[in-house]
C-alpha cells in the first residue's frame, strides 16, 4: 500500500480508485508524512460507507495533522532517550573526572610529601656535616693528647641546635609537640603590645621604628604563645627587609566576624616570581634562614581556623594580612 501511495503521490479512495483492500468495499489511504519523512500509512475502509473525493480532502488533512503529530511523538522520544543516555554519559564521565581528581590529589599528595622528606633530610644534613667533621677533628685531637680547641666544641652545639630547631618546626607545623597548645579566650590587643614593646630597642638600634594602631578588639580564642611566634616571626622577617629609616606598622581592627592583623613593612619587598612560595617549607630568602618560619606560621593560623595572605612589591614593601576568628562567647555577645 505505501509503495502504491507513493507511485500515485496522493491520497487514494476507492472504489473511484483501484481497491487497496478488496475485502472492503470502500476506503481512504494517505501516508503519514512530514516534509520528506514518511512515517507510516492511514487507512479508514469500510463495507457501510462508501468514500468519495469529496472525503478524501478531510481525510488528507487528518493525515497531515497525524502525520504531524507522529513527527513530534519521535521527535519526543528520541529527546528522552538522548537525555537518559545524556544523564549516563554526564554520571559515567563525571565519575571518570572524580577518579582522576583523586588519582591526582594522591600524586600530589605523594609528589608533595616525597619534596618535603627530602627537603628535611637536606637541611638536617646541612648542619650534620660540621659536627661529622669537628667530630673527626676532636677524635684525632684526644687521641694525640693534644688540647681541645673549645670552638669545635661550640660549632657542634650550633649545628645540633640548628637541626633541634628544625625538629621543632616541623612539630608545631603537624601539631605533634609533646603538650598540645594551650587555648583560651586571648586579647590580641595586650599581645601585639608586647610584641611592640620586645622590639621597640632592637628595632631603634638599627635606624628602624615600629608603630602599633590597634582598635578596641573582641577576644579571639587561641593559642597564646603560637600567636605570639607567629606576630613575633613576622615583626623579625619585617626588620630582616627593612633598611635603615624603614618603619614596620602593626594595626588590628574588627571586621564582622573576624580580627584582621597586618603587618606592613617599607623593606625590599618579595619579587613575584617567589610571593607564591614564601609559605612553602624550606624555602628562604635570608642566608641563615631554615625556611620554616612562614610555613610554621602558616600551619599555626590555619590551626587557629584563620587564614594568612600576603603582598608584595619590590622596592616598596611587604604586608602580611592575618584573618582570625572571634570566640564564639564575643559573637554572642
Not at 520528506?36 to 488533512?61: C, M, P, W
Request: proline share 5%; aromatic share 6%; no cysteine.
Amino acid at each position: 500500500i505505501r509503495d502504491r501511495l507513493l507511485k500515485a503521490g496522493r491520497p487514494l479512495v476507492w472504489p473511484e480508485d483501484e481497491p487497496l483492500l478488496p475485502q472492503y468495499g470502500s476506503g481512504m489511504a494517505a501516508l503519514l508524512q512530514h516534509g520528506d519523512e514518511t512515517f507510516g500509512v492511514l487507512i479508514v475502509a469500510s463495507n457501510h460507507v462508501t468514500y468519495n473525493k469529496g472525503h478524501l480532502r478531510l481525510f488528507q488533512g487528518a493525515s497531515r495533522q497525524a502525520g504531524l503529530a507522529l513527527r513530534n511523538a519521535i521527535l519526543h522520544e528520541i529527546q528522552v532517550q538522548y537525555a537518559l543516555h545524556l544523564e549516563d554519559m554526564v554520571a559515567e564521565r563525571t565519575a571518570e573526572l572524580k577518579s582522576a581528581q583523586q588519582m591526582l590529589i594522591r600524586s600530589e599528595k605523594l609528589a608533595s610529601i616525597g619534596h618535603l622528606a627530602a627537603n628535611i633530610a637536606h637541611e638536617i644534613n646541612n648542619p650534620l656535616q660540621p659536627i661529622m667533621i669537628t667530630l673527626d677533628d676532636l677524635v684525632e685531637t684526644v687521641q694525640n693528647n693534644m688540647p681541645v680547641d673549645i670552638r669545635g666544641i661550640e660549632i657542634i652545639q650550633e649545628s645540633v641546635e640548628r637541626i633541634r630547631r628544625i625538629v621543632s618546626q616541623l612539630l608545631e607545623f603537624t601539631g605533634k609537640r609533646s603538650s598540645g597548645p594551650d587555648f583560651s579566650e586571648l586579647d590580641l590587643q595586650s599581645i601585639l603590645e608586647r610584641i611592640v614593646a620586645l622590639n621597640r630597642k632592637f628595632f631603634e638600634k638599627e635606624g628602624m621604628s615600629i608603630e602599633l594602631d590597634v582598635d578596641e578588639l573582641p577576644p579571639v580564642h587561641g593559642s597564646k604563645d603560637q600567636l605570639e611566634q607567629v606576630f613575633m616571626n613576622l615583626t623579625l622577617n619585617a626588620q630582616a627587609a627593612m633598611s635603615r629609616n624603614g618603619v614596620l606598622k602593626i594595626s588590628a581592627r574588627a571586621e564582622g566576624d573576624h580580627v584582621v592583623i597586618q603587618f606592613r613593612d617599607n623593606g625590599a619587598g618579595i619579587p613575584p616570581d617567589q610571593i607564591d612560595r614564601i609559605f612553602d617549607p624550606f624555602y628562604s630568602t635570608k642566608a641563615n634562614g631554615t625556611g620554616l618560619g612562614l610555613f610554621v606560621s602558616y600551619g599555626i593560623i590555619e590551626g587557629h581556623h584563620g587564614k594568612i595572605e600576603a603582598e608584595s612589591e619590590v622596592n616598596v614593601g611587604t604586608t602580611f594580612t592575618i584573618h582570625l576568628p572571634i570566640s564564639e562567647p564575643a559573637k554572642r555577645a
